[in-house]
């Protein structure tokens, strides 16, 4: 049972001056704004009310490694004039304990403060791959106490090295060596489970699979790092991933930034901390009756060459469909002539974790336009610059080559320059 904390302090609020400087237009468009609260007003009373609840500026983290988080939150006041004067945070290990006002973590008293962000968590030792729930109280304008926001959560991850277990590891090759490189393990999870959580530091970027579909709508993950002094890692929640049995993990590697094996404007093929791409991976497997599996990556793991042949962060992928390994990160996959993964030593870097908005899928954009240059090439214009993905079904004899390339003009001829 964690022992409450109550941070009781007294804080000033400080008077802001603002500078008005007035124009026909303004002066329109502030009678405008006044009417619109006018008459919002006199619908019926308003509340004031926090929303846009968020732990280290991210809403309900996954896997937060900070022993004082920040948490911040809106104000969602209609009012001419709204302001908060004070609030009051509170942490429970149970959300049950918040809607009954007992949190069993910490609360502060009541803090006059204007401030919505950077309000730094200073109550007990936060453990390790746990989940909190909080919210928060606010008094408005007129000093009146407002109904408690929502309730929110953050989880932490693994806050010290020395938690973790296994090693990071390869496929042993030399770093110029080109396939990226397939690892799969299978594994056993019992009835009952509970939480499974996943936390991964894959160097370049990586894919984790589990029982042949991947895990998360993340793209190019770990963000980019100095990588001998910071590497990121991600924690899934991966419950829903696995069934009762016999399980399957996969994990994809490639360069990133981290082996850029081609030259560079920016130096990178230079870079100190190049390497063979390598992976650490700490999977919990939390049961009903208290009992905790965990899955850890060692030499138990397999690993073979990939179909991607070739793989840079500038110059793209070369694939090779005919050695694709059909249901290599499904049960019952004959690994028999991979070899076993090596241990290999760790990047350097201080394992963090990865604290940022996740790149993702946004939408998807169709060709506005098709150009048959001739009888072999093809170009689609989609309308729009952006950063994305070709997906694409082609179809041809085996050993047909397709080149896909992205250009931003187009030549005389009509093809990308």
């Known amino acids: 049972m964690a022992i409450l904390k109550t941070d009781c302090f007294n804080s000033i609020i400080e008077d802001s001056k603002f500078l008005i400087v007035r124009t026909p237009k303004m002066i329109a468009l502030f009678f405008l704004f006044y009417s619109s609260i006018d008459s919002q007003s006199q619908q019926g009373p308003i ?8 732990c280290e500026y991210l809403k309900q983290p996954l896997g937060i490694d900070i022993a004082t988080p920040r948490f911040s939150w809106l104000l969602n006041d209609l009012r001419y004039g709204a302001i908060q004067t004070a609030y009051q945070v509170m942490v429970a290990s149970d959300s049950i304990l918040l809607l009954s006002n007992q949190p069993d973590v910490w609360i502060t008293c009541r803090v006059g403060s204007r401030s919505t962000n950077n309000i730094l968590y200073t109550g007990p030792t936060l453990q390790s791959r746990t989940k909190y729930y909080w919210r928060v109280v606010v008094w408005d304008k007129d000093n009146i106490q407002t109904p408690p926001s929502g309730i929110s959560s953050f989880e932490t991850g693994i806050f010290s090295l ?26 056993i999870v019992k009835n009952g489970l509970k939480k499974a959580r996943a936390y991964i530091c894959g160097l370049g970027y990586y894919e984790l699979r589990i029982n042949g579909a991947k895990v998360g709508d993340h793209f190019l993950d770990p963000g980019f790092t100095r990588f001998d002094k910071t590497a990121l890692y991600v924690t899934y929640d991966v419950t829903d991933n696995f069934k009762n049995a016999e399980n399957t993990l996969g994990v994809i590697l490639g360069n990133g930034f981290y ?16 390497g063979r791409p390598k992976f650490m991976l700490n999977l919990y497997l939390d049961y009903e009756d208290g009992t905790t599996d ?11 060459a990939s179909p991607i042949q070739s793989n840079n962060i500038y110059s793209g992928e070369v694939i090779d469909a005919r050695l694709e390994k059909q249901d290599w990160d499904i049960n019952g996959y004959n690994d028999s002539e991979w070899a076993h993964a090596k241990n290999t030593s760790p990047p350097g870097g201080i394992l963090k974790a990865q604290k940022m908005p996740a790149i993702k899928l946004q939408e998807v954009i169709k060709p506005i336009a098709r150009n048959q240059i001739d009888s072999t090439t093809i170009v689609y214009d989609l309308g729009q610059n952006f950063a994305g993905i070709s997906h694409l079904r082609v179809k041809g004899n085996k050993g047909t080559v397709v080149y896909v390339r992205h250009g931003e003009r187009l030549d005389t001829l009509g093809r990308p320059k």
Request: glycine share 4%.
């Open 259 to 274: 082996n850029d094996q081609s030259s560079s404007e920016w130096y990178f093929d230079k870079s100190p901390w190049r």
């Open 162 to 187: 020395t938690e973790w277990k296994g090693y990071f590891i390869g496929d042993g090759k030399d770093l110029r060596y080109k396939p990226a490189p397939y690892f799969r393990k299978s594994l």
């Open 294 to 304: 965990l899955i850890v990556s060692d030499e138990t793991w397999k690993t073979t």
């Open 47 to 54: 509340i004031c009310k926090p929303v846009e609840l968020k």
